[in-house]
């Protein structure tokens, strides 16, 4: 089962999903935005998002950057030496790097979405039909 389903944030077909570093925050040192475990997605409608898992365990959205791109986004993924840094390339045939600075505060968590339902048993094969016989030739 999973832990979190998050709907409709994207207007279309998601193409990529990064997770941002992990960072250890200090010893005793409250849990902030900066240092949650978060994650960026990128997709269909030109967008970047950023989701933050809040504190209560749902995850929170971030950062929106709408138009990200002239055109969909094919990739994201955060630096690896540098926790602040992501990098997107689209359609548009353009690579931009981006810096994020996590909100001070972390924001009001996504309810998560119900678990989608199983996928419905195929319905039995219908009954094979008898061909029907050609009509009886009359004689006049």
Excluded at 127 to 136: D, F, G, S
Aim: hydrophobic letters at 40%.
């Amino acid at each position: 089962e999973p832990q979190h389903i998050i709907v409709g944030q994207h207007e279309g077909a998601i193409y990529s999903l990064a997770w941002r570093p992990v960072a250890a925050p200090a010893s005793g040192a409250p849990l902030t935005p900066d240092v949650a475990p978060s994650f960026a997605t990128a997709g269909a409608d030109n967008s970047i998002r950023i989701f933050v898992q809040h504190p209560s365990g749902p995850m929170a959205t971030a950062l929106v950057v709408p138009d990200a791109h002239d055109s969909e986004i094919n990739c994201v993924r955060w630096c690896p030496n540098d926790r602040t840094l992501l990098a997107t390339c689209g359609d548009d045939h353009i690579v931009k790097i981006w810096k994020y600075e996590a909100p001070e505060a972390f924001p009001d968590p996504i309810p998560s979405a119900p678990a989608p339902s199983p996928a419905p048993a195929p319905s039995p094969a219908p009954a094979p039909v008898a061909p029907i016989p050609p009509p009886a030739s009359s004689s006049a």
